[in-house]
T-cell receptor, first 115, second 114 residues
Framework: KAGVTQTPRYLIKTRGQQVTLSCSPISGHRSVSWYQQTPGQGLQFLFEYFSETQRNKGNFPGRFSGRQFSNSRSEMNVSTLELGDSALYLC??????????????FGEGSWLTVV | DQQVKQNSPSLSVQEGRISILNCDYTNSMFDYFLWYKKYPAEGPTFLISISSIKDKNEDGRFTVFLNKSAKHLSLHIVPSQPGDSAVYFCAASDGGTSYGKLTFGQGTILTVHP
């Protein structure tokens, strides 16, 4: 079955602009979470959505936001981009991450470069 | 405050030998742990997980051991193969509705030499 799909894979934006990244979870998965990977900070949790509701949130500024649609697809948005937002953004899905033992599967990521 | 730590940035082993990757955590609320393998420019690939009610879980060449009292877990790969060369991340979650929030270690680069 198809894995977690993220689009676009690569993009370049200018400081001050905004960006929207998209994620399609594995079919049947209802939980979608987002992570940021940078060389300095490693893999950091952004937020998690379940049934269109944000269930968990990491320590990121309000410029980072997300949403989940009724078909479980998710988008994340970063407004007023800063150079430090350059990173690999990873989407992950699971059947229901609210239940112990549910494995979380990751997509290939979206590489964002802010210039 | 890094709640999940992988203190060895890199590990080099010979093909056929055992690879042991270590992970320590500080948050006693963590009760589910996962190991992921990652290549550059790709997403992490799930390897194996363990619940805090167990002390060992095996899947083929991969075995994860959990020592709750020491807040330590380790991933054993036997026998190691050159294709295992990648970055390995330990991750933890603390239950309830927070199983969707993983806290990752900084990763260990494993190199398996032919």
């Amino acid at each position: 079955k198809a894995g977690v799909t993220q689009t676009p894979r690569y993009l370049i934006k200018t400081r001050g602009q905004q960006v929207t990244l998209s994620c399609s979870p594995i079919s049947g998965h209802r939980s979608v979470s987002w992570y940021q990977q940078t060389p300095g900070q490693g893999l950091q949790f952004l937020f998690e959505y379940f049934s269109e509701t944000q269930r968990n949130k990491g320590n990121f500024p309000g410029r980072f936001s997300g949403r989940q649609f009724s078909n479980s697809r998710s988008e994340m948005n970063v407004s007023t981009l800063e150079l430090g937002d350059s990173a690999l953004y990873l989407c992950a899905s699971s059947l229901d991450a609210g239940a112990r033992g549910n494995t979380i599967y990751f997509g290939e990521g979206s590489w964002l470069t802010v210039v | 405050d890094q709640q999940v730590k992988q203190n060895s940035p890199s590990l080099s082993v010979q093909e056929g030998r055992i690879s042991i990757l270590n992970c320590d955590y500080t948050n006693s609320m963590f009760d589910y742990f996962l190991w992921y393998k990652k290549y550059p420019a790709e997403g992490p690939t799930f390897l194996i997980s363990i619940s805090s009610i167990k002390d060992k879980n095996e899947d083929g060449r991969f075995t994860v051991f959990l020592n709750k009292s020491a807040k330590h877990l380790s991933l054993h790969i036997v026998p190691s193969q050159p294709g295992d060369s990648a970055v390995y991340f330990c991750a933890a979650s603390d239950g309830g509705t927070s199983y969707g929030k993983l806290t990752f270690g900084q990763g260990t680069i494993l190199t398996v030499h032919p």
